[in-house]
């Protein structure tokens, strides 16, 4: 064993075996069907009808953590079998004029502000919410425009030359707004919902994010800057009740509807806390330090109309010539059932193509909402290239580890490349053709190898070394990032594949502050840029809550070997005991263990929210 003690940033190397392992993924088979639905066309958008019970679940039950009746969502309601008799799975309607379009399908925006805002007079605020709550962007309009750029850049190799391009003439100014538990309550009082609060099931909302800035391994001393008492705003005493999420094709035009949004909320009493604007860094969608983000997503299950092969999540892999097809959106792209993210659909079970149970954690109105995490997370990139070029010069000279740089420490702690390239399929060096290739740059999984698969017509990825297994983290270390949030279809702590299911969130972030450039030393911003981290699910406490002291803040899980995330995870200990660890493997299967007490991500602000359906902004919020 070798130990090696680096300053400023402690680190160590130690060498022990090697180990190579495999195992194989379940094989699923089903077969497209063709449904058919009932259209409303509105104002020239095409929307789906609005989900309608088929059956009325009984809310309060479901509430009170009893399991809705079956049944109580729409579906497709025929569909053609296919030629071996198999068929599609039945996949229910997202209701596109109630979710708000941050949730499903995401803004996905080059620019992005925040505002959080705090009610004076209960009533001036139902009023205002009730002038705002029309400009809310929904689902269906969100999808359209997202149809639009996808058609403009493609999936595939091509995106290369489209990148950071809009289809001519786009230029949305998108809203959404979600509110606190304490915001609720200050609407809900005196109303005929008043009682409602309590039917939110989850104790992470009700509690609120300083409250559980604990147990998600923030610092607990009160004089570091990860405490909630030093956050921006959303520590003690500055909690937000309303959160508002702007985004735009065009900075201009985002900051000016912001500026209106801020004039007309004051006006009506609301108090500004914080408010911050975001934007791409470049591109290719990179954030600071110096990786391409946003790149995996949960696919949600779902169809928004019944046009055939029209799914919320586009389909890419050809049913006809690969039964797992149903399993996928674009190639390593789980698809995931709604009720994972959206209250009142259904959730996952232990088949992936058949529903599981509704999910309706709240009270009747909360349908076609979701929760909002959002966390504003200054990022101190000097800290983190420093860490880099420290590991990189020490591993260099041990055996296995020859030659190793920067680049390559950073790669196994994220699991992918800068360009967003995954070390699963490229394991010694980056190429951005992969990192931006869609139909190439998420399939990988680490328990069984990804071979080629056939595409849709029309549809091809570039030629990239395929995906072994890597049970292990030979390659993807058991503590890179990525590794660390999903565990794909490898064996878990939680059991297989299942986790991929029901730990899955929607990130919708963005960074904030200028890029440091190629700079070296200090930070004259002193780490003043980060990540407006943001993310949808049906359960903060199983998901956003989950990953975090779950799997990134523990040293064992999801799967030992493997250490700490070191880029996010925090171990929620004091003083000396916040060193983290993690183990990577270098040629020939010899490992070594970098450490650190260093936080490189450090929380400065936050919420957790809950963002309505429409007509409950309307009809039960508003004035
Ligand atoms: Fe993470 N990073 O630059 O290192 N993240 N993340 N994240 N993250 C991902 O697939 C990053 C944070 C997830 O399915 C990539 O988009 C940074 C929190 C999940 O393969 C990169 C911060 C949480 C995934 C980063 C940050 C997550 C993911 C790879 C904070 C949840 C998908 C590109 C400043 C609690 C994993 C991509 C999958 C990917 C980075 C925060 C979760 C590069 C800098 C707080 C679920």
């Not at 609120?208 to 607990?220: E, F, H, M």
């Not at 990804?450 to 890597?470: C, R």
């Not at 990134?552 to 000396?576: E, H, T, W, Y």
């Amino acid at each position: 064993m070798l130990s090696v003690v680096a300053s400023p940033l402690s680190w160590t190397v130690v060498t022990t075996g090697r180990l190579v392992l495999r195992d194989w993924g379940n094989r699923m088979t089903d077969r497209p069907g063709v449904s058919r639905r009932r259209l409303l066309i509105s104002g020239g958008i095409v929307a789906a009808a609005p989900w309608r019970p088929a059956e009325a679940a009984d809310e309060r039950d479901t509430a009170a953590g009893q399991p809705a009746r079956e049944m109580a969502y729409t579906t497709a309601a025929a569909r053609a079998a296919t030629a071996d008799g198999t068929q599609a799975p039945d996949e229910p309607y997202l209701d596109g004029a109630e979710i708000q379009g941050n949730v499903v399908p995401g803004f996905m925006k080059p620019y992005l502000a925040v505002a959080a805002l705090t009610i004076g007079d209960v009533a001036r605020a139902k009023g205002w919410l009730a002038d705002v709550a029309p400009r809310v962007t929904t689902l269906a309009e969100a999808m359209q425009s997202r149809a639009k750029v996808r058609a403009h850049r493609g999936l595939g190799p091509e995106r290369s030359r489209r990148l950071g391009t809009l289809p001519p003439g786009m230029n949305d100014v998108w809203l959404n707004i979600a509110m606190s538990s304490g915001g609720l309550s200050k609407l809900l009082r005196g109303g005929d919902h008043a009682g409602d609060l309590g039917l939110f099931t989850d104790q992470g909302f009700q509690r609120g994010l300083a409250a559980r800035s604990a147990l998600l391994g923030d610092p607990v001393d009160p004089s570091a800057a990860g405490n909630p008492a030093n956050w921006l705003f959303g520590g003690p005493g500055r909690e937000a009740d309303v959160l508002l999420i702007l985004a735009a094709d065009r900075a201009e035009a985002g900051a000016g509807a912001l500026a209106e949004l801020r004039a007309h909320a004051v006006g009506s009493g609301l108090t500004v806390l914080y408010e911050e604007s975001g934007h791409k860094l470049d591109a290719i969608g990179k954030e600071h330090f110096g990786f391409q983000d946003g790149i995996s997503q949960p696919g949600v299950r779902g169809r928004l109309h019944d046009f055939p092969g029209d799914f919320i999540t586009t389909r890419t892999i050809d049913p006809s010539s690969l039964p797992d097809a149903w399993l996928y959106g674009l190639p390593g792209q789980y698809l995931v059932w709604p009720g994972e993210f959206v209250f009142g659909y259904p959730r996952s079970a232990a088949d992936p193509l058949i529903p599981g149970q509704v999910n309706l954690p709240g009270p009747a109105w909360s349908r076609n909402g979701s929760y909002l995490v959002f966390r504003r997370l200054r990022q101190d990139v000097a800290g983190f290239r420093a860490f880099l070029a420290e590991s990189a010069e020490a591993l260099a000279g041990q055996p296995g580890f020859e030659g190793v740089t920067p680049e390559w420490v950073g790669a196994r702690l994220v699991g992918r490349w800068p360009s967003g390239a995954p070390v699963a399929r490229l394991p010694y060096a980056d190429d951005t053709g992969l990192g931006v290739d869609r139909l190439a740059n998420n399939h990988f999984g680490f328990a069984s190898d990804a071979t080629e698969e056939p595409l849709v017509a029309g549809l091809k990825a570039g030629h990239w070394p395929d995906a072994g297994a890597d049970p292990v983290g030979l390659a993807c270390p058991m503590a890179a990032h990525i590794r660390k949030v999903n565990a794909r279809e490898a064996a878990n702590d939680l059991g297989g594949r299942r986790a991929s299911f029901s730990r899955r969130i929607l990130r919708r972030s963005q960074p904030f502050g200028p890029a440091l450039g190629e700079l070296t030393g200090p930070d004259p911003a002193n780490g003043n840029r980060g990540l407006l981290f943001t993310c949808y699910q049906a359960s903060i406490e199983d998901q956003f809550e989950f990953l975090c002291n779950g799997w990134m803040g523990s040293a064992k899980r999801p799967r030992s070997p493997g250490g700490f995330d070191m880029v996010i995870g925090q171990n929620g200990l004091p003083g000396d005991r916040r060193e983290r660890s993690c183990t990577v493997f270098g040629r020939g299967a010899v490992t070594a263990t970098l450490a650190t007490m260093h936080d490189f991500v450090v929380p400065t602000g936050g919420g957790y929210f809950f963002s309505p359906s429409v007509s409950a902004l309307k009809e039960v919020l508003a004035g």
